[in-house]
């Protein structure tokens, strides 16, 4: 592991600075925040010389580029990392450092002990024996994810400018805003971007490699009940609430987030209104097989239809709307780029740890816009709320990987 002088003042720095995203906002990037800080981000790029530093319209995304320093014909490789942090409290992030951890004390994170990271319940703790760990005051999140992953973006940049006796080829830098909510990569603007493939650097623990997400949909569903004296209600009343109970319990009962584990999918109920006029649920759909993924779509709509041949047409109002796919659809056609990051990892000691992803990344757009890009670790553990810490020992091994995937992608085509 290198030792990288600037990279954790950057990172502490980082979390400093408020940085939400908000999924009520229409604005692109929904917070100015984040337009804020991804300027400051740019002129630190300008200040260390990586070149052709703008914004990109309309995804609001910094693009930047390292030029290549080698005549060698090489793939152009891209790093990308979110600015935004998750759906929870940001402000005055006050990071706290607690060096050469033993591995099995308590750590308190505010002052009266209220908050701690104990290994009993986060056994992550243990792997961390002899590290310096960057925790929250217990008010906060950290920002680890993903102001780890733009600190060890730009540190390694600076390495490759401040050492140029080593050959590379193009490498691109995309920091970009609104992960977190989703919509983020929707704008992406993979010509502009001009990079082969590239990594989203925004993993959790040393070795995380990630190239198959779920595929996922949003699903709502509109109930138009008959409202009448519950008196004189018999075979004239239809209940909208009860409708959407119904409707509820005709999807498998086992196939929920809270049931399921690995590459089963699911239906979640996220949200729930009505009275007996009308009612509203909202689903997330959420499937690895993309067969299944259709199927399960298939069998929403269907409930759906069932209930409108016994109630009327339009009694129940399905809107299906698909948010990603698994990119391992993509990746699979050629697997080099995630046999890249693994072979990186391995020739640093790193075990890569490869798994399914129980969610979305900006790669899983990103991967079907003509951009494969898996996701490998950024270091932030218990990450989106008070609890969430990181190593800075991970931190430089994750800067290890940016530079060993863009050494390797020389050597490999020579
Ligand atoms: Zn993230």
């Known amino acids: 592991m290198m030792q990288y002088q600037n990279l954790i003042p950057r990172f502490l720095k980082y979390v400093k600075v ?25 002129n630190e790029m300008t200040e260390i010389g990586l070149a052709d530093i703008h914004v990109s319209k309309p995804s609001g995304y910094v693009y930047a580029t390292l030029p290549a320093n080698t005549d060698k014909s090489v793939p152009t490789i891209g790093f990308i990392a979110h600015v935004d942090t998750a759906d929870f409290n940001a402000h005055h992030v006050n990071p706290q450092i607690v060096e050469n951890y033993d591995g ?6 505010d002052s009266a002990g209220k908050y701690q990271l104990d290994p009993k319940v986060f056994p992550s703790l243990r792997k961390y024996q002899g590290q310096t760990l960057i925790t929250t005051d217990g008010s906060t999140l950290l920002g680890s994810d993903d102001k780890s992953g ?30 977190e909510i989703g919509t983020g990569a929707d704008h992406f603007d993979v010509a502009d971007f001009g990079a082969d493939f590239a990594y989203t650097v925004d993993g959790g623990p040393l070795g995380q490699l990630e190239y198959e997400t779920f595929n996922a949909a949003d699903g709502r569903v509109h109930i138009t009940g008959t409202n009448v004296h519950p008196g004189d209600a018999k075979d004239t009343m239809v209940n909208a609430n009860q409708l959407a109970i119904d409707f509820h319990d005709a999807l498998p009962e086992h196939d929920r987030p809270e049931k399921t584990a ?22 997330i759909i959420r499937d690895h097989d993309r067969e299944r993924f259709e199927t399960r779509k298939q069998l929403f709509q269907g409930i759906a239809d069932r209930l409108n041949d016994q109630y009327g047409t339009g009694t129940v109002q399905v809107t299906l709307k698909d948010q990603y796919y698994n990119m391992r659809e993509i990746l699979e056609k050629d697997m080099s780029v995630v046999e890249l990051a693994k072979q990186a990892m391995m020739e640093l000691g790193i075990k890569p740890d490869i798994a399914p992803i129980r969610g979305g990344t ?13 996701n490998i670790f950024a270091g932030g553990e218990n990450m989106h709320g008070r609890f969430e810490y990181v190593s800075e020992q991970t931190m430089a091994q994750a800067t290890d990987v940016i530079l060993k995937i863009i050494a390797l992608n020389l050597k490999n085509n020579q």
Do not use: C, W
Request: hydrophobic share 35%.
């Open 18 to 42: 408020e940085t939400r995203s908000d999924e009520a906002s229409n604005t692109v990037p929904t917070t100015q925040t984040q337009v804020d800080f991804l300027k400051t981000l740019a």
């Open 104 to 109: 099995h004390s308590v750590i308190k994170l």
């Open 150 to 179: 733009v600190a060890e973006i730009i540190t390694a940049m600076q390495y490759l400018l401040e050492h140029p006796e080593i050959k590379h080829g193009t490498v691109k830098i995309g920091l970009g805003p609104d992960e």
């Open 262 to 283: 690995g590459r089963e999918g699911f239906f979640h109920l996220y949200k729930i209104s009505g009275d007996v006029d009308t009612a509203d649920l909202g689903y």
């Open 362 to 374: 900006d790669g899983s757009k990103l991967s079907f816009l003509g951009l494969p890009t898996p």
